[in-house]
């Protein structure tokens, strides 16, 4: 954040807010974002992964296009399950840029990816999130989720 101006907020009307796929065109709008989650990430890096999840029927990336400017992402993988029928979906990431809070940006990216989880067999969709990111799990809750398990977890 730079503390020498002022953050723009932009106030975006509804019918302004188009959520599509991303395309590859797409990735200079990526880094900031990315930045933003916490994970900073180079334009080349998000062409890379871009590529990577358009070449698999397995994941999207659904982006907020805000007039053309990037206002939020998403990224969503389907699992096939094994003990039991259908899929689980996964949104892997979600981030809207604090520029566009408060617009709506996130329930309607979440709303995409859901439609994308039952159209390929997904039979629940769920979300990963630290534990410090208190109003990221406030806004899960808020559009439908619920805390249900518990994540273990083994890093190289």
Known sequence: MHHNRPETRIMATP??????QALLGDAP???????ELGYPATEQFARERLAQLASGAEDV????DCAGEIGGFLSFHVIPLFHVEGNVGRITALVVSSRFRRCGIGQKLVTAAEEFAWAHGCVRVEITSGDHRAD???FYEAVGYRQETRRFLKSK
């Open 15 to 20: 019918g302004a807010i188009i959520i599509r």
């Open 136 to 138: 990221a799990h406030a």
């Open 29 to 35: 709008g990526f880094p900031n974002l990315m930045t």
């Open 61 to 64: 990336v659904f982006i907020a």
